[in-house]
């Protein structure tokens, strides 16, 4: 490959260009300069074409309207003017088109720079527009530059967090933020459409670009635009799309806080929450946060929301790493003293069973889970109290039923809760003979144990002063067989 022209010689090119419409000429070998090897002399390049430009764009020398073709334009009777300006904005075009796939260089420095490059023309072009407006006073953002800037960003070879990170700081404007969902968006669904599989590499690209998009919670504080003025909108768009288990994850735990409240329409999101929720495992612990604010908030009408519930009641629940979100949510969920006594006690019965085998840190919240339970609804003391009750063979309760009102739950006892009081642990038997008193009408709060861990209990348990040294003899002993009238002395000897 023929070596790009040097430093010095790219800036007498750019003087020449910027100070006679006759060297025009000369941007063909600016614009050569940015296909070279060396990752120094693209970054020269991509300098000179930022100046070159930036100035073209200022001084009003670039074609504004739809671009015609080049050919019928320099074929045609048109003045040199209007011919130069096409011709230049032909060569401006191809410059961005260049830049975009330098954000996909191997060298970072190359990608940021060029990045930085195409920021700048996106602000050019907002101040000085290459499109005419419709009326006067017509906000003109640069669309199809910025979107080609983004479509860059969410590459599907190259991981591009790296470039991303870059690009936060033009997240902090308003209308980036805006026009960056509307661009990602349309990314999104040209991928999924065009790929039978889509790779793992561009939605990772998506989700990292969309989760640094923090939203103003207050249209009256739009205010920081990096392109004139926006106007603020309120139509975002939410694309359902099949997402791979672990993308599933990492937007399940932004929903409830960085998405749902900016929506126009959150109940757009139902058949993604629902569709989560019937999957299993840590995916519904997960989705349960999402479905508390369609509930709860925008009176979502979810059919047979606690026998799915109760299906995720499984030995688990008490190692996932989402314990304390599920926790804290299905408090909230059981939390009316309308629901009937048959749900709650299945529900008191369920974690019971459960707690017979879970550690010590989740058994800590447990057990005062299952006694708020009994506080609220006063109709399911008698799993712990049933006076003039019939004797029982066998539990009643049928762990295996998947419907909680087919459970017999109602029918049975909380044995587990006294089993549980000769636990090995302290803390454990001692939550455990709570129901041996009567339950106060107070409730116990199990936020701080939550997020409980065994290491915690652990340091705790080092922290505690046990009692003074208890003595195990009280005649000290002498020699290694003791006194000569001992039974190991008479017996045994050493020789």
């Not at 990602?184 to 039978?196: C, E, F, I, L």
Request: net charge neutral.
């Amino acid at each position: 490959m023929e070596r790009a022209p040097g430093r010095r010689a790219l800036g007498r090119l750019l003087e020449a260009v910027l100070r006679s419409r006759a060297e025009a000429n000369a941007v063909f070998d600016i614009l050569a300069a940015l296909q070279a090897e060396e990752p120094e002399e693209v970054q020269d390049a991509v300098r000179v074409c930022s100046r070159l430009f930036g100035a073209l764009l200022e001084r009003g020398e670039l074609f504004v309207g739809q671009l015609p073709p080049e050919e019928t334009v320099m074929a045609g009777s048109q003045g040199a003017t209007r011919k130069y300006k096409v011709w230049m904005r032909h060569r401006y075009q191809s410059c961005c088109n260049r830049l975009v796939e330098l954000l996909a260089h191997p060298s970072f420095p190359v990608r940021e720079l060029a990045l930085s490059t195409l920021m700048k023309f996106v602000q050019l072009e907002g101040a000085y527009p290459l499109e005419k407006p419709k009326w006067e006073g017509n906000y003109l953002f640069p669309r199809q530059l910025f979107k080609s800037v983004v479509g860059g960003l969410l590459s599907l070879e190259e991981d591009c967090s790296l470039l991303l990170s870059q690009f936060r700081e033009y997240l902090e404007h308003d209308d980036i933020r805006y026009h960056t969902m509307q661009a990602a968006s349309d990314a999104v669904a040209r991928v999924a459409n065009g790929h039978p599989e889509v790779p793992l590499t561009f939605w990772s690209n998506a989700f990292t670009l969309l989760s640094a998009v923090s939203l103003p919670h207050q249209e009256s504080g739009v205010s920081n635009f990096y392109v004139k003025h926006a106007e603020p909108s309120d139509k975002w768009k939410v694309t359902h799309l099949k997402l791979p288990l672990s993308l599933c994850k990492k937007v399940l735990v932004i929903m409830h806080d960085s998405i749902l409240p900016h929506l126009a329409q959150p109940s757009l999101t139902l058949d993604f929450l629902t569709r989560a929720y019937d999957m299993g495992g840590a995916i519904s612990l997960l989705a349960l946060n999402g479905l508390f604010i369609l509930i709860h908030k925008h009176n979502l009408e979810y059919p047979d929301f606690y026998g799915k519930l109760y299906g995720l009641l499984d030995p688990s629940v008490f190692h996932c790493k989402y314990r304390a979100r599920f926790f804290h949510l299905a408090d909230l969920f059981l939390s009316s003293s309308h629901l009937p006594a048959y749900l709650v006690a299945a529900f008191a019965k369920r974690l019971a069973r459960l707690a017979l085998t879970a550690p010590p840190e989740a058994l800590l919240m447990v057990l005062p889970f299952i006694c708020n339970l009994l506080r609220r609804h006063p109709a399911c003391r008698v799993l712990v109290h049933r006076p003039r009750g019939p004797e029982l063979d066998a539990d009643p309760y049928d762990p295996s039923e998947e419907d909680p009102a087919k459970s017999r739950a109602l029918e049975s006892s909380l044995w587990e809760l006294q089993a549980l009081q000769r636990h090995y642990h302290p803390e454990v038997s001692q939550a455990a003979s709570v129901i041996n008193q009567a339950l106060t009408v107070p409730e116990v709060s199990i936020v701080p144990l939550l997020e409980l861990t065994a290491f915690e209990i652990f340091e705790r348990d080092l922290k505690k002063k046990g009692p003074e040294a208890v003595p195990l003899e009280f005649i000290p002993a002498q020699g290694l067989l003791g006194r000569r009238d001992d039974l190991c002395a008479q017996h045994f000897t050493l020789s």
